[in-house]
């Protein structure tokens, strides 16, 4: 494992790079960025999972302000490299291809997400995290992932955002529901004009992105639903 540490007193957070293999097997390895507040912990977390053609730096500019700086924030980064096709330069990261008008290829996606699992169980093992607040957090494709790791252990979790993303039906038979799900906050949002996933629940006035409007709405589940704790004045850059 590689890593390094980037600290600011004045924003008292450090973050920390490092880079771990999945398994000892494995030809591929998982780099993630690591957002963690200054103290000991155990901290709340939030696992953040990036969308296609983004990377672990993607979600991590919102880690100072959910939860107001407070929960460790995981950002792993998709194993899967896409390169430009003239220069060959990975230019984003995904979990698994995408094929408009094809579901994800069942193999392919059992092995992302059985490596995604494997990195959460090691991440939790190094880190400071508080195994009774883990909120699981996806854009686009990365809500894909966080769907999977919810519907398949929602005990592990203490809650579910998804963002601009969708559950493929293909997926469903797989996710039993159980009695563990009960009471467990979910948070799906959506945008009205976001023409590249026709998914609606929460609407927002915004494309396949991630709205002021929409920030403060996340902020606002994080605090009052996902960690439970009173939520201070929330002042969204921007805004």
Same mark, same amino acid.
């Given at each position: ?10 924003? %008292?957070?450090?973050? %920390?790079?490092? =880079? ?7 030809k ?5 960025? /690591?957002?963690?507040?200054? +103290?000991? @912990?155990?901290?709340?977390?939030i696992?953040?999972? *990036? ?9 991590? @500019?919102?880690?100072?302000?959910? *939860? +107001? +700086?407070?929960a ?17 330069i990975? /230019? ?11 579901p ?21 093992? %190094?880190?400071?995290?508080?195994? =009774? ?8 494709? @990365?809500g ?8 398949? =252990?929602?005990?592990?979790?203490? @809650? ?5 993303s ?9 996710l ?6 009960? +009471? ?5 949002? *959506?945008g ?15 494309? *396949?992105? /991630? ?7 996340l902020?606002?589940w ?7 704790m ?5 002042i /969204?850059?921007?805004?």
């Open positions: 494992m590689a890593a390094s540490s980037f600290y600011n007193p004045a924003a %008292k957070f450090e973050i %920390k790079v490092w =880079d771990v293999p999945f398994r000892k097997t494995a591929r390895e998982l780099m993630a960025r /690591i957002y963690q507040p200054q +103290g000991d @912990g155990p901290f709340p977390t696992i953040a999972l *990036h969308g296609w053609g983004a990377n672990a730096l993607d979600l991590l @500019g919102l880690a100072p302000i959910l *939860h +107001g +700086g407070r460790l924030v995981l950002c792993p980064q998709g194993p899967l490299g896409l390169a430009d096709p003239q220069s060959r990975v /230019i984003g990261h995904g979990w698994f291809q995408i094929a408009s008008g094809r994800p290829d069942p193999l392919e996606f059992a092995q992302a997400s059985g490596e995604l699992r494997e990195w959460i169980d090691e991440a939790i093992a %190094k880190y400071p995290v508080d195994r =009774d607040h883990i909120v699981l957090l996806g854009f686009s494709q @990365g894909v992932m966080a769907y999977d790791l919810f519907l398949r =252990d929602p005990a592990r979790f203490a @809650g579910l955002a998804v963002l601009s969708w559950l493929p039906p293909e997926l469903v038979p797989a039993a529901p159980s009695e563990a799900m009960k +009471g467990r906050p979910v948070l799906l949002m *959506h009205t004009t976001d023409p590249l996933v026709p998914v609606m629940l929460r609407e927002f006035d915004m494309g *396949h992105e /991630i709205s002021p409007e929409a920030l403060r709405a902020l606002e994080f605090e009052d639903k996902a960690f439970g009173i939520r201070p004045s929330l /969204i850059p921007g805004s």
